[in-house]
């Protein structure tokens, strides 16, 4: 920790917390529509582990609006993954934003990304989980 206390937080983990109304019904639908299976659980919580980092899934009487990306996965091959992930019947939103729109492939062509990342760009896609979160998935263009 910086003397100052200013960086309290930049050394930390960030993990994810989703919502969930049915808990059941999302262990589910991450493990057969997204071969995930949770690493842990607790009364009213999942677990889950992806590379170095982690989300869980939890019990609550609220909902998210679903009208944001709430947490998104960075991959090698877009175009395998949601290959797999329609075969397995996930179904991916068509979206028409200013500066981008998905194509008849359902992939997102975004022009831009962080300098610190080292891309020109990122192709993306977005889908809903079962309790209407919405999640992304994207491939930065180099």
Do not use: H
């Not at 019904?25 to 009213?44: C, I, M, N, Q, T």
């Not at 989300?55 to 709430?70: C, D, I, L, M």
């Not at 300098?115 to 930065?140: C, H, M, Q, T, Y």
Request: proline share 4%; with cysteine; charged share 30%.
């Amino acid at each position: 920790m910086e003397e100052d206390g200013r960086n309290l937080l930049a050394r930390g983990r960030v993990a994810t917390r989703l919502p969930a109304r049915d808990l059941e019904r999302a262990r589910r639908f991450y493990s057969e529509k997204l071969g995930l299976d949770p690493v842990d659980e607790r009364p009213g919580g999942l677990l889950y582990r992806c590379g170095d980092t982690e989300f869980a899934v939890f019990r609550s009487a609220g909902a998210s609006s679903g009208t944001f990306t709430q947490m998104g996965w960075q991959v090698d091959d877009i175009e395998a993954v949601v290959a797999e992930l329609r075969r397995r019947g996930v179904v991916f939103e068509s979206v028409d934003l200013p500066g981008f729109r998905t194509a008849e492939d359902g992939i997102a062509e975004i022009e831009g990304n962080y300098p610190s990342k080292g891309a020109r760009g990122e192709r993306a896609v977005w889908f809903r989980d079962s309790e209407g979160n919405l999640l992304g998935i994207g491939e930065p263009v180099v």
